[in-house]
């Protein structure tokens, strides 16, 4: 038997324990019903579920949901549209999801399935430093496809986030402080160009009164 508080209680017969839960408003939980004897223990049964439930959901939060992205290709993509499609492929894995990289082949194309192989490798080339890869290209029927992954965890990414937006404000700051250097070496030559209002009356020829 255990106290509400964590403390040991001992063994103590059921309608006992069950009487002494009820004179603190409190409930009796088995928490172990395979020992022998069975272990309980006195708790607020409702608040001890509210607090599971409420641990549930903070882990939920810090929990990315991973979804695979699809990018289709043709094997007649020119450069402008195979270069749109790869950032497609590069902002995907940047927020964590994965992508499945098709290719379609219509009618004659099928023969022609060596020129899409080359296109998703040359894909996979080209992520490689952002992704690793899942499954390199396979064809299913009439389609090839790859799926890449991001190469770097969420807690990762969320880091180097940081690193680069203190980064940033350090080198703004810098910056700054560069320019108020600038300005004020500027205004410097010109602040010594004006002459002294006290050196410029001594300077002045004093008036002679005529006898």
């Given at each position: 038997m255990i106290g509400d508080e964590g403390e040991q209680i001992g063994v103590m017969p059921p309608?006992?324990?069950?009487?002494?839960?009820r004179s603190k408003?409190?409930?009796?939980?088995?928490?172990?019903?395979?020992?022998?004897?069975?272990?309980?223990?006195?708790?607020?049964?409702?608040?001890?579920?509210?607090?599971?439930e409420k641990?549930?959901?903070?882990?939920?939060?810090?929990?990315?949901?991973?979804?695979?992205?699809e990018v289709k290709f043709r094997i007649n993509v020119d450069d402008h549209d195979y270069e749109t499609k790869k950032n497609h492929v590069l902002r995907f894995l940047d927020g964590g999801d994965k992508v499945k990289a098709t290719i379609f082949f219509r009618g004659r194309e099928m023969t022609r399935t060596g020129?899409?192989?080359q296109i998703l490798e040359r894909l996979i080339k080209d992520v490689e430093p952002?992704?690793?890869?899942?499954?390199?290209?396979?064809?299913e029927g009439n389609t090839l496809?790859?799926?890449?992954?991001?190469?770097?965890?969420?807690?990762?990414r969320e880091k180097e986030r940081e690193r680069e937006a203190k980064q940033k404000a350090k080198q703004e700051k810098h910056e700054k402080q560069l320019q108020e250097k600038l300005a004020q070496e500027k205004l410097g030559p010109e602040k010594e160009k004006e002459p002294a209002?006290?050196?410029?009356a001594a300077e002045a020829p004093n008036?002679?009164?005529?006898?």
């Open positions: 309608f006992e324990a069950l009487k002494l839960a408003n409190l409930d009796l939980v088995e928490i172990s019903p395979t020992a022998q004897p069975p272990v309980c223990r006195i708790m607020d049964y409702g608040k001890y579920l509210y607090q599971q641990k549930e959901r903070e882990a939920k939060k810090h929990q990315k949901t991973i979804t695979v992205k020129l899409g192989r952002q992704s690793i890869v899942e499954f390199r290209p396979r064809q496809h790859a799926i890449l992954a991001p190469k770097k965890t969420a807690v990762e209002p006290a050196a410029a008036p002679v009164s005529q006898a």
